[in-house]
């Protein structure tokens, strides 16, 4: 019906395949509860914080280990998809300094979820390849296998691997890839700029550099960078890096263009603004930048910017 295990230091137990039927062992508990959906034996007093997905959809919630609060929960919107069927401690796989969360959603080709320790948000997933492959079906945080850092996560699937007969997938905590936000507005080339990256955010590699395409050629920009993110209407574009109390930073000097609309800035987290003052970026912390750029040709006010780009930068080492 159920099993409970500890997470290591953090002296909390996960259940799992357990769902509404056992309401009696979460004051017992009083720390972490992983479920399933509502199903036969659910109780009233638990629909307020039961999925509402439909039956078997799955959920995850998540109670300190102090007073047995519910922190955050996770609900499967699908009937029949079985969030939370397996779940466990991932360890740090993102480099937050937090635990985070790994489920298996192990119906038809089945589907890892890595859940963020720090909010509940979604980190990424990852589906079987089959349709029998059930893959989730367990899973597990393993620690930090290949010494990289990162704790990292086995993923079980039941009818994956030659002739169906399961395969087990080891797979390496890294950290998260910037993501893209906000809209750019299109310039006088047609269509908008766009924010890229190249290296990783790996703060102790020094090696993450910004990139864009999609500006107007043989032009002038700057790169620049802040704390928030904003929606706002600024020149031709949208300005979408907030400066909160910290500010806006540029990124000097300004970059050329090339003929094809791209431009690239590598950053030094030796150098300032980014080494130290309000806009350092340390371990930990997450910012948001943007490329300003001249767009004469368009008239209005003569410039455009590009989206935005999220970047949280772990430690590494």
Same mark, same amino acid.
């Given at each position: 019906?159920?099993?409970a295990?500890a997470?290591?230091p953090?002296r909390?137990?996960?259940?799992?395949g357990?769902g509404?039927a056992?309401?009696w062992?979460?004051p017992?508990?009083?720390?972490?509860?992983f479920?399933?959906?509502?199903?036969?034996?659910?109780?009233?007093?638990l629909?307020?914080?039961?999925?509402?997905?439909?039956?078997?959809?799955?959920?995850?919630?998540?109670h300190?280990g102090?007073?047995g609060?519910l922190?955050?929960?996770?609900?499967?919107?699908?009937?029949?998809?079985?969030?939370?069927?397996?779940?466990?401690?991932?360890?740090?796989?993102?480099?937050?300094g937090l635990?985070?969360i790994?489920s298996g959603?192990?119906?038809?080709?089945?589907?890892?979820?890595?859940?963020?320790?720090?909010?509940?948000?979604l980190?990424?997933?990852?589906?079987?390849l089959?349709?029998?492959?059930?893959?989730?079906?367990?899973?597990?945080g393993?620690?930090?296998?290949?010494?990289?850092?990162f704790?990292?996560?086995?993923?079980?699937?039941k009818?994956?691997?030659?002739?169906?007969?399961?395969?087990?997938?080891?797979?390496?905590?890294?950290c998260m890839?910037?993501?893209?936000?906000?809209t750019?507005?299109a310039?006088s080339t047609g269509?908008?700029a766009l924010?890229?990256?190249?290296?990783?955010?790996?703060?102790?590699?020094?090696?993450?550099s910004?990139?864009?395409?999609?500006?107007? !050629? $043989?032009?002038? +920009?700057? *790169?620049?960078?802040?704390? #928030?993110?904003?929606? /706002?209407? %600024?020149?031709?574009g949208?300005l979408c890096?907030?400066?909160?109390a910290?500010?806006?930073?540029?990124?000097?000097?300004?970059v050329?263009?090339?003929?094809?609309?791209?431009a690239?800035?590598?950053?030094?987290?030796?150098?300032?603004?980014?080494?130290?003052?309000?806009?350092?970026?340390?371990?930990?912390?997450?910012?948001?930048f943007?490329?300003?750029?001249r767009? !004469? $040709?368009a008239? +209005?006010? *003569?410039f455009?910017?590009? #989206?935005?780009?999220d /970047?949280y %930068?772990?430690p590494?080492?």
């Amino acid at each position: 019906m159920f099993r409970a295990r500890a997470l290591g230091p953090y002296r909390q137990a996960v259940l799992a395949g357990c769902g509404d039927a056992c309401p009696w062992l979460r004051p017992i508990l009083q720390c972490l509860f992983f479920g399933r959906s509502p199903n036969a034996f659910a109780h009233r007093d638990l629909e307020l914080i039961d999925d509402d997905g439909g039956l078997d959809s799955g959920s995850i919630f998540v109670h300190s280990g102090a007073d047995g609060s519910l922190l955050f929960s996770i609900a499967e919107t699908q009937p029949g998809g079985s969030l939370g069927f397996d779940v466990d401690s991932a360890g740090d796989v993102t480099g937050d300094g937090l635990a985070d969360i790994v489920s298996g959603s192990p119906t038809g080709p089945g589907t890892l979820w890595l859940y963020s320790g720090r909010d509940g948000s979604l980190l990424f997933s990852l589906q079987g390849l089959d349709q029998q492959d059930a893959f989730g079906k367990s899973v597990a945080g393993l620690g930090d296998v290949n010494g990289d850092g990162f704790s990292d996560i086995a993923v079980g699937a039941k009818g994956g691997g030659a002739g169906d007969n399961g395969s087990l997938d080891v797979l390496s905590g890294t950290c998260m890839p910037p993501a893209p936000f906000c809209t750019a507005a299109a310039n006088s080339t047609g269509g908008p700029a766009l924010m890229g990256h190249a290296g990783t955010l790996r703060f102790a590699d020094n090696d993450f550099s910004l990139t864009v395409s999609g500006a107007v !050629p $043989q032009q002038f +920009g700057v *790169f620049f960078y802040g704390p #928030d993110a904003t929606d /706002a209407p %600024f020149g031709n574009g949208t300005l979408c890096v907030g400066g909160g109390a910290a500010g806006i930073f540029r990124l000097n000097p300004p970059v050329a263009i090339d003929g094809s609309g791209s431009a690239e800035r590598a950053l030094d987290f030796t150098l300032p603004p980014l080494s130290a003052g309000p806009g350092a970026v340390t371990p930990l912390s997450t910012w948001r930048f943007q490329f300003w750029y001249r767009d !004469p $040709q368009a008239g +209005g006010s *003569f410039f455009n910017l590009s #989206d935005g780009l999220d /970047a949280y %930068f772990c430690p590494g080492g």
